[in-house]
């Protein structure tokens, strides 16, 4: 008698396998599995249904489905088929140019443990949990681990599946863990194998293009947005107050510089102009020579009892003697105040050494000075008509003025003074003539040729006032100014700093000043009880006699009493000269030697 049959199991609904599609080259090797697990479960031998639970594993309850059975089986709401897993959904991402990038960090997981499956390996990014396997019935044999004529992805191969635990089928084998890692290393673990359901195909790792979807991945929550930082209300205050404070600075800077550069309408004006020239200038210029000169040139103030004045003088050597004119220093009197102002702009107390009303000079001395500048002194015989001269004084007490001309006229016979009725302070000069600027308070200052040396002292002008004539009058320059010779003035400043008076050459006659004919004549009266020719005399030795004309000196004509005068004076005592007298309608020359009569 047959032994009555075991009833069939009747496999689970997410164990179904999956209808085979038209043209699906899975479905010959599903449904050879399907045949084999037959045979496999038919030569099995029954197991006994109320066997023991000694030695076997509790069998885990089937988990619930998601979803209510699908009477077509087909993914995604349907169980799996055997051999064909569902496919990922896929979501397409820009594939990198050198291949997929495996971040680093991702260390290859711990191999599971005996009994439990491995996960199939996720893509990269993304964990993915392989599909839940029910727990197989008792006495159903184990799928087949490969798929024949299946090759693992890559060539992996698969290792030999753990040992089988007591009572139940050993699970199906898994392919290699691949060394991708869950994100945040999880691993999940799988339950046994179903023994009604063949091992799932390996499949290929998806690539970085197409990334599965797993609904069992834990998702890590979204970053907090990022809170932007805030200024308090106290430190913009400050960022405020510093901007105005440096834009007011700027703007006030801006403004002073345009007001002060710009005050014509904005514009900001900039003329050429030639940088400063600290060379020397040369020696024969008026620079040059003003350079040279003015250190040796003071301005002397005199105060008297009942006048005062200005004038110029000269230093004429160490010991501190000074050169002027008489008029300058007579206001003084024999009581008054003398004052020399130098050029650095020391001032000094001065005296009087000697003055001469006739030559209209005089010299004064200062003490205690050092460092004084005298001037060298030249030779007026050696003057021409148009050589430079440059005058220095100060014209209305304007000390150290410059000017500059030529000499104009060479033995101009003039005189000045003349205030006093007996003509005791008549002078009488053979005066050098140049058109240098010379003003009142030019009086005594030198008249200097090109070289710098001392030629003249101006002593004279031709008012443009009054036209009275020759004098210190108060009119301002016309461009005919008179300079004692230096021959002169150098001869009777020797005197006055020697004896303190000069000699003046003489011919022993008188003159008829009030004479209106050409030439000098000798007065017929002479003055007081005296001769008009001194018996004894250069004019008694030459056979002068009262009434005679003299018409010329040297040969050089003389129109007057004044020039015969002049002409004399500028030859020292002793001189030997030749005089023509006129007689009778007659001519003779007459040689004398000239004498000398003291200035008292």
Known sequence: MDEPKAPKPKPKWWSRPVAARPGDQSSDAAEGAEERTEAAAAQAPPEPVDAPMEGRVPEEPA?????????????????????????PVQHPVATPAQGTHVPPGMAQAPPPAPGMAQASPPAPGMA??????PPQAPGTPQAPPQVPGMTPPHGTTLPPAAGPVPGQSAPAPMPPH???????GTQLPVGPADPHRPAPMTQPAPTAQWRGYDPWTVVPPPAAPKTPKTVSRRGAWIAVLLIALVAGCVGGGIGAYAERDNASGGVDVKLPQAPVEKEARAPGSVAGIAASSLPGVVTIHVRGSSEEGTGTGFVLDKQGHILTNNHVVQPAGADGDISVTFNSGQDAKAEIIGRDAGYDLAVVKVDRVSGLTPLPLGNSDSVRVGDPVVAIGAPFDLAGTVTSGIISAKERPITAGGEKEDGSDVSYVDALQTD???????????????KGRVIGINSAIRAADDGSGLGGGQGGSIGLGFAIPINQGKRVAEELINTGKATHPVIGVTLDMGYTGD??????????????????????????????????????????????????????????????????????TAGLTLGSASSG
């Open 63 to 87: 988990p619930r489905p998601l979803h209510e059975p699908d009477p077509y089986s087909t993914p995604p709401y349907g169980g799996p088929g055997p051999w064909a897993p569902a496919p």
């Open 128 to 133: 993915q949990a392989p599909p839940q396997t």
């Open 178 to 184: 691949t060394g991708m890692t869950p994100p945040h």
């Open 436 to 450: 240098a600027p010379i003003n009142p308070g030019n009086s005594g200052g030198p008249l200097v040729d090109r």
């Open 519 to 588: 030439g000098a004549r000798v007065n017929t009266k002479g003055a007081g009880s005296g001769p008009p020719v001194t018996s004894g005399g250069p004019g008694d030795k030459a056979g002068i006699k009262a009434g005679d004309v003299i018409t010329e000196v040297d040969g050089v004509p003389v129109h007057s009493g004044q020039e015969l005068i002049v002409k004399i004076r500028s030859h020292r005592p002793g001189d030997r000269l030749a005089l023509t007298v006129k007689r009778g309608g007659k001519k003779r």
